[in-house]
């Protein structure tokens, strides 16, 4: 942000402090151009409209409520430019924007001149503009120092370093390679093979941390290399294979980070991710990103409360999965489609894709199966079933299928060990069964020493909360008061 000592201020900037607590009335003309979409649908269609004029804004379903809201009164000269292209023939003011005048006052026209109407971002840099989104600006400054990062050292080193997976010992030897000063960088025009490397890698790398030790505490270090890897396809690549599978791996990142936001509770924030991932696949004709995409947003969609969407999203995806020959695939996603039924309360659909999914699944794993779904084992289509009869209500037969899917699960992945002992724990104790409900929650409570999931807490509370009225019973009072004490 820029002070008073800073040039790009502005003569002005000291003998006129910015206006303090401002008065903010709601953007009721932008709420209007947002339509039916949510706000994260919407950051998301911004985030396409600025690629497509060669823009990046770091948008998402925050920012848009901080506009609705009034605290963005005017926005950045990056995102007018982007807010024009998507609204031809509205001006700011058609938006509900204040003029930057009336935003800064006289002190603004000498620090903040307007862009010349053919002008790029490199030949004149968005200046900053008051209240104008100066978190945006830091969030595009990181993203230029990361993508330094992804451009001038080893794939999987930077992939860990721009994680913070590494020691910072380990991330600055020889150098550090995430200083913009750094003597030894040299930019690079077009993106090549060790970048989209550096991509790929952290995908894997958000996987197998998830899969060992949960999402809390990853999700904000995984929206970094998300960012860069974006900043890296509007860098561009020389081959059309290099950038296809710069595509596939920018929108995998991007159902990573946003599959790390959902188990963490942040369910707008996983479906803007989830949104861009979908966006980034249609744009490159890539119908296994378009069905993993799909497949996501029936999962959040579900958990969300919003059975329909769910099914809809299910059903879409099972459209793109048709064209890649994988039964595995195509048995996930009727089980999100099952899952939709279930919410819905139609158990003879359910039952349907149910059958649909095992008969798919029976068929084997195959070559053409995503790298994504190797977690997609007999445990998780247990799992997803028990899922379905606890939305039905059968609390019986969903426990049944909870323990299979917690005794079918290799240890190693504790998170999904400690997810399918927290279902079976839920369901045994819907289904009046308080001592063996207590019994599985023990285990869960001893695998979150290693695991942090906001989605397996908050089902351990529905848990203890029903559990509650048998505290008289050594078994369950244990575990209430272990909980509690955790």
Known sequence: MATSTDPRAGANSAARPPERNPAKAPNTAFRELRGQRSPGEFAAAVRRAAREIGEQVACDA???????????????????????????????????????????????????????????????????????????????????????????????????????????????????????????????????????????????RIRLLDDRHGANGLYRRAAQPLRTAYALLDAGTARRSTAERLHAGAGELAISVGWLAHDSGHYEEARSHYAEALATARLAGDPALEAHAFCNMSFLARDAGRPREALRAAQAGGRAARRLGSSRLLALLALREAGGWAGLGDRGACEQSLARAHALFARGPSERDPEWMTFFVEAELEMLEAQCWSALGDWSRAARHARRAACLQDPHFARNLALYRAELADDLARAGLPTESAAAGHQVLDLLTEVQSTRIQAMLADTARILAPHAGCPEVGGFLERRASG
Request: aromatic share 6%; proline share 8%.
């Open 62 to 204: 925050r920012y848009v409520g901080r506009v609705e809201a009034g605290e963005i009164r005017c926005p950045n000269y990056a995102y007018e430019r982007v807010f024009r292209h998507m609204f031809p023939g509205l001006t700011l003011a058609d938006m509900g924007f204040s003029s930057r005048e009336a935003v800064r006052g006289r002190g603004a026209r000498a620090g903040c001149g307007a862009t010349p109407p053919h002008s790029t971002p490199q030949e004149h840099p968005a200046p900053r503009c008051g209240t104008i989104d100066h978190e945006e600006d830091r969030n595009d400054e990181e993203s230029d120092v990361l993508r330094r990062a992804f451009m001038t050292g080893g794939s999987a080193t930077l992939a860990a370093v721009s994680l913070g997976l590494l020691p910072e010992c380990a991330a600055a030897a020889p150098h550090d390679p995430t200083d913009p000063s750094a003597s030894s960088f040299q930019p690079v025009r077009r993106v090549g093979e060790a970048e989209v490397g550096a991509v790929e890698e952290a995908v894997r």
